[in-house]
């Protein structure tokens, strides 16, 4: 392993100057030699955007809230079929009221999004959600017509 990138790792009076990006970068390649390098670049990608992401949905709570609340929610309803297309736009309605509820809760807005996005998708899937239900309506009429 490169020196530099030894003693960062060794270091406990690194400061967040010395551990950039590109340094982070360089020490995943030597202990990960293998495979694109671009694989690299886009984990760190993904990692930046859970953080931000994480931060609008979670900052302050459990890393993982939004699944518990939003399960909770689901398990007050024991028939529920989640392979309804309904319930599936529910679960993605749900994921951002949750998001709003806690963002009001925390008072904040969001790294990501701020709370109005998320009212406007809130608005767009109470749309689509009557739009499922007035074609599965219609298919059920026409299929009881045969």
Do not use: C, H
Not at 91 to 114: A, C, H, P, T
Not at 127 to 144: G, H, V, Y
């Amino acid at each position: 392993m490169d020196s530099n990138n030894k003693d960062l790792l060794d270091a406990s009076d690194a400061t967040e100057s010395d551990v950039t990006e590109e340094a982070i970068v360089g020490i995943l390649q030597e202990l990960f030699p293998y495979g694109d390098s671009l694989f690299l670049d886009l984990t760190l990608s993904e990692l930046k955007g859970y953080s931000a992401k994480n931060y609008d949905y979670a900052a302050g709570g459990d890393a993982n809230g939004n699944f518990f609340r939003v399960s909770s929610i689901l398990g007050l309803y024991p028939g529920l079929k989640l392979s309804d297309p309904r319930v599936v736009a529910f679960v993605y309605l749900m994921k951002q009221i949750d998001n709003v509820l806690w963002s009001f809760s925390r008072g904040f807005e969001g790294k990501v999004e701020d709370i109005d996005p998320r009212l406007f998708d809130i608005s767009v899937y109470i749309k689509i959600i009557r739009i499922l239900s007035t074609r599965l309506k219609e298919q059920e009429d026409a299929a009881r017509r045969e």
